[in-house]
């Protein structure tokens, strides 16, 4: 039986139909990025022509991308209708060093990225990652490892969201009793210098895969840490530098499945001394998580079949590894929480 569509379903409709297009207004964003088009426009107004010279794109589709980036607040057409400013939105995407939105927008631009999410069905169906069906059968982990450009755009969109969210856990956790810090998988090492620099007594060690290794020493490089930290090129897998004092392990036990984590979670515990404490960093989710959030917890899913969890769920799989849980900390207001946990005795 078909219902009577009235006026209000017109507007619900027509919801719908944007909701449906909103795929198309993203590659169209992810696509004036990877122009370049919100650094050009950051040096002043320009033309459709000069921009489409400066681009070397065809002018009229370039018109009509912009033409539409502008019904939803990207870029701003002038009266002429031919030449085009920022506006408070694109300007977020302008590529200076550090800035999170614009090293997102990158990472999600890559036809790889875009490519997975388009198997989304498979991973609903699987429980699993579409990267691999998405990419001729390579995993993530491997893209990110052998293909520059990727490796590039992943850890400069890992590094933002770590930096900024560093020194907040520093200030968090009071590492001043602590002696030798290791941060497992530390990524480029913006939280063992963060903790390195709030803590001039702590020395760190980081533990990474190979070929972040002389990323992370770049970043340690630059901050006043001289003299206090050291790069194992490792595995999580196989061994993790034993008898510090703290280990940290921030935003990489979500990359993986339960029992893979409880695996990692183990390593850590047998590197430990009986009273070494581990801090789980984590970005915690439940169902009641904004919009933001659920929908970067099913990214993990796509990209790498990991998912963002309860914090309940953290420390259940730290107590089937091992350990006893002595408490929750949160970080900011963004659900990122320090888990602490000790050796079961
Ligand atoms: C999402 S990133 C988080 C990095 C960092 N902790 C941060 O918060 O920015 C996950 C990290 O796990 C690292 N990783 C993945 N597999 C690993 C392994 N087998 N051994 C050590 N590190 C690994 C990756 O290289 C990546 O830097």
Known sequence: MTEHVGPVDKA?????????????????????????????????????????????THAPTLGRLLRAL???????????????????????????????????????AAGWHWAAWGELLHTVRTGTSSFEVANDGVSFWELTKTDPDAKQRFNAAMSA?????????????????????????????????????????????????????????????KADVE???????????????AGADVYTIKRALHDWDDATIVRIL?????????????????????????????????????????QDRPESDYRALAEEAGFTIRRGIPVGDGGLRIIEAVPMA
């Open 12 to 56: 619900v409709n027509k919801e719908m139909v944007a909701l449906l297009q909103g795929a198309w207004r993203s590659r169209a964003i992810h696509v004036a990025t990877e122009l370049g088009l919100p650094d050009l426009l950051a040096e002043g107004e320009r033309t459709v022509d000069e921009l489409a010279a400066a681009t070397d």
């Open 70 to 108: 502008t019904t939803f607040g990207v870029f701003r057409r002038l009266p002429d209708g031919r030449t085009y400013a920022q506006s408070p939105l694109s300007a977020v995407l302008v590529s200076t060093p550090g800035n999170a939105e614009s090293t997102d927008a990158r990472f999600m």
């Open 161 to 221: 969201v770590s930096l900024e969210e560093s020194a907040d856990i520093a200030r968090a956790y009071d590492f001043s009793s602590a002696r030798h810090v290791v941060d497992v998988a530390g990524g480029l090492g913006s939280l063992l210098a963060a903790i390195l620099t709030a803590h001039p007594a702590v020395r760190g060690t980081l533990l990474e895969r190979p070929e972040i290794v002389p990323l992370a020493r770049e970043l340690l490089g």
């Open 227 to 241: 003299g206090r930290y050291e790069t194992v090129a490792g595995d999580f897998f196989e061994e993790v530098p």
């Open 266 to 306: 183990r390593r850590i515990r047998e590197a430990m001394r009986p009273d070494s404490v581990l801090l789980v960093i984590e970005g915690v989710v439940d169902e009641d998580s904004d919009q933001e959030a659920l929908f970067r917890g099913l990214l993990l899913t796509v990209l790498v079949g990991g």
